[in-house]
C-alpha cells in the first residue's frame, strides 16, 4: 500500500514539474535561442582545422631478398648463419607493421618536425617571427619533445586489418601544409626504412663473405652464396626504390577552404540549444519554486 502511495505522489511531482516548466515554457525556448545562437557564433570564430589524408599499402618488395623457394631451401640449410648475419623470415606483413611502428616513432617525428622547423608553427605565441628566434624572456623554449607531444595529437595513423592499407591523417589550421606533412611523413619514413636496409644488408655482407671464404664444404658454400645474392638484390632495391617500405595509393590534397573538418557548426547548434534548454528549465523551475515559497 505504502508503495502505492509513493508512486502517487511521485507521478504528482513529475506532473507539478512539466506543468511548472508548460507554464514558462518561453523561458525555456528564450534560453535555448540564444545558447544556439551563441554557440552557433562561437563556432563561426573558432579557427577552422582541414584534414590532410594519405592512404598507403605495403610495397612489393621483397624485403631481405625472402621471397624465393631456393632462398628458403638455403637458410633451412644454414639457418646459423643466417641467423648470425641479420636474416631472418618474418615476410613482408612483418616488414609492414615496422614500418607502422617506425612511422609512429619518436625519433622519426622529432627529425621530421627539426627537419621541416616545425616548433615555431606550433608555438607561434613563443616565436618572435621578425627576429627570426624565440621571444625574449620566455620560461622555457619549447623542445623537440613538446613538438613531438603536439604532432601526436594531430597525427592519426590507422591500418585496416582487412585491406591492410595504411592512413595517415593529420589535421591542421593550414589545409595545405595538412596535406604536405601527410605526404612528407611518407616520404621520411621511405627513406628511413630503405636506409635501414641498406645498413643490414651492408653487415650481413660482410659477414657472408667472410663465412663463404672460410667455409669448404661445397653445399654450404652454395647456400651461403645464395644469401649474398639475396642480399645484393636487397642492395639494389633500397637504392632504386624511392617507395621502399609503403607505396602512395592516394596522396594528400589541401582541403577546400570551405571544408574544414573542425568547428562542425551543426553539432555547436545542436550543442547550444541542448544546453538552452536544460538551462530554461532549470530557471523555470526556480521561479516556479521562488513563486511557491511566497505564497505560503
Known amino acids: 500500500m505504502s508503495a502505492i502511495v509513493e508512486a502517487s505522489r511521485a507521478s504528482d511531482r513529475t506532473d507539478g514539474l512539466i506543468e511548472a516548466v508548460r507554464r514558462r ?43 624465393s623457394a631456393g632462398l628458403g631451401s638455403a637458410l633451412g640449410s644454414i639457418g646459423g648463419f643466417a641467423a648470425l648475419a641479420g636474416l631472418g623470415i618474418g615476410g613482408n606483413d612483418f616488414a609492414t607493421e615496422e614500418a607502422v611502428a617506425v612511422l609512429k616513432s619518436r625519433r622519426l617525428t622529432e627529425e621530421f618536425i627539426e627537419k621541416n622547423n616545425l616548433l615555431p608553427e606550433f608555438f607561434p605565441k613563443l616565436w618572435d617571427a621578425q627576429a627570426g628566434h624565440w621571444k625574449q624572456g620566455i620560461k622555457k623554449v619549447p623542445t623537440l619533445q613538446k613538438g613531438f607531444k603536439l604532432f601526436d595529437r594531430i597525427r592519426k595513423i590507422e591500418r585496416d586489418s582487412k585491406s591492410g592499407l595504411i592512413t595517415i591523417r593529420i589535421d591542421w589550421k593550414d589545409p595545405n601544409k595538412a596535406a604536405d606533412w601527410a605526404n612528407q611523413l611518407t616520404t621520411l619514413l621511405n627513406s628511413e626504412m630503405s636506409a635501414r636496409a641498406l645498413t643490414q644488408a651492408s653487415a650481413s655482407l660482410v659477414y657472408l663473405q667472410k663465412e663463404y671464404a672460410d667455409t669448404v664444404d661445397v653445399t654450404t658454400r652454395d647456400a651461403i652464396s645464395h644469401l ?13 626504390t624511392r617507395e621502399y617500405a609503403l607505396k602512395v595509393v592516394d596522396a594528400a590534397m589541401p582541403a577546400d577552404p570551405d571544408d574544414p573538418v573542425k568547428p562542425i557548426k551543426i553539432l555547436y547548434l545542436a550543442g547550444g540549444l541542448f544546453l538552452g534548454t536544460m538551462v530554461g528549465i532549470y530557471a523555470a523551475l526556480r521561479l516556479d519554486k521562488r513563486e511557491r515559497n511566497r505564497a505560503r
Request: glycine share 8%.
Open 25 to 67: 515554457f518561453a523561458i525555456v525556448v528564450l534560453f535555448a535561442l540564444l545558447f544556439g545562437v551563441g554557440f552557433t557564433v562561437l563556432s563561426y570564430h573558432l579557427t577552422p582545422i582541414y584534414r590532410g589524408i594519405t592512404i598507403l599499402a605495403p610495397a612489393d618488395t621483397e624485403k631481405n631478398g625472402m621471397g
Open 228 to 240: 649474398i645474392e639475396s642480399q645484393v638484390k636487397q642492395q639494389m632495391l633500397a637504392h632504386v
